[in-house]
């Protein structure tokens, strides 16, 4: 298939969602080369940003709010990865939906990051939360990532440096301290910017309160990037 072939199907997959309609859903590629253990069997990753249905601030923030908004990107994120399967199946493209494991609740790792795709496809930076920073609407998204095999896909330029400059907002607005302020660069383990496994200990700790973990997600809606003008 020709770049623009494969550009018409994804888009075209996005576009036409069996059950729901994402608004304003996009997508961007990189080349694999970068990471070793998946570039020696896929030639790209593709990143697939989906923004969340309400561009939630501090000052409209609720937890309960939160949650519904992570339970419904969560399902987006099921039916754009059900969507993409079916189509690269049938296109005859060699592909795969790399897991993301988590270990007792604690730590969330995945086998290659979407972020991480993302960032090498020019689709946004690391921010000071360890979260994608988008320039359209900043942390507000959820991910999809994918590899696959076609060298006909043309790359997008990687972002190289962080954009979040002498912004602390998310710093200050995580209630449990649980970040350092350091900005993110290229290579740099995620451990300088958010110790992962006292959040999640923390949120873990309203289970018996809430009957689910707690749904924080202060270090994203406190982010001026693609904050909503006040009207």
Same mark, same amino acid.
């Given at each position: /298939?020709?770049?623009a072939?494969?550009?018409?199907?994804?888009?075209?997959?996005?576009?036409?969602?069996?059950?729901?309609?994402?608004?304003?859903?996009?997508w961007?590629?990189?080349?694999?080369?970068?990471?070793?253990?998946?570039?020696?069997?896929y030639?790209?990753? !593709?990143?697939?940003? !989906?923004?969340?249905?309400? /561009? /939630?601030?501090?000052?409209d923030?609720?937890?309960d709010?939160?949650?519904l908004?992570?339970?419904?990107?969560?399902?987006?994120?099921?039916?754009?990865?059900?969507?993409?399967?079916?189509?690269?199946t049938?296109?005859g493209?060699?592909?795969?939906?790399?897991?993301?494991?988590?270990?007792?609740?604690?730590?969330?790792?995945?086998? $290659?990051?979407?972020k991480? $795709?993302?960032?090498?496809?020019?689709?946004?930076? !690391?921010?000071?939360?360890?979260?994608?920073?988008?320039? %359209?609407?900043?942390? #507000?998204?959820?991910?999809?990532g994918?590899?696959?095999?076609?060298?006909?896909? !043309?790359?997008?330029?990687?972002?190289?440096?962080s #954009?979040?400059?002498?912004?602390d @907002?998310?710093?200050h607005?995580?209630?449990?301290k649980?970040?350092?302020?350091?900005?993110? @660069?290229p290579? #740099?383990?995620? %451990?300088? +910017?958010?110790?992962?496994v006292r959040?999640?200990? /923390? +949120?873990?700790?309203?289970?018996?309160?809430?009957?689910?973990?707690? @749904?924080?997600?202060?270090?994203?809606?406190?982010?001026?990037?693609?904050?909503?003008a %006040?009207?």
């Amino acid at each position: /298939m020709t770049d623009a072939e494969i550009r018409k199907l994804i888009d075209d997959t996005l576009n036409n969602l069996p059950c729901v309609t994402i608004p304003n859903v996009y997508w961007g590629a990189c080349d694999l080369t970068y990471y070793p253990d998946w570039g020696q069997r896929y030639n790209r990753g !593709i990143a697939v940003v !989906i923004p969340f249905f309400k /561009m /939630m601030t501090l000052k409209d923030h609720t937890e309960d709010g939160f949650a519904l908004l992570e339970m419904t990107t969560y399902r987006y994120r099921l039916e754009v990865s059900n969507a993409l399967t079916k189509a690269f199946t049938e296109a005859g493209i060699d592909f795969d939906i790399p897991l993301v494991f988590k270990d007792h609740e604690i730590v969330y790792h995945a086998q $290659i990051s979407a972020k991480d $795709i993302a960032v090498h496809a020019g689709l946004g930076w !690391i921010g000071k939360n360890d979260l994608l920073i988008t320039p %359209e609407y900043g942390p #507000r998204v959820s991910l999809v990532g994918l590899v696959l095999n076609c060298d006909e896909l !043309i790359p997008g330029t990687p972002v190289t440096e962080s #954009r979040c400059g002498e912004c602390d @907002a998310c710093v200050h607005a995580c209630p449990f301290k649980n970040f350092t302020g350091r900005e993110w @660069a290229p290579g #740099r383990p995620r %451990e300088e +910017r958010v110790n992962y496994v006292r959040c999640s200990e /923390m +949120r873990g700790r309203a289970r018996k309160v809430l009957g689910r973990k707690m @749904a924080c997600g202060k270090c994203i809606v406190s982010c001026p990037v693609g904050a909503p003008a %006040e009207q």
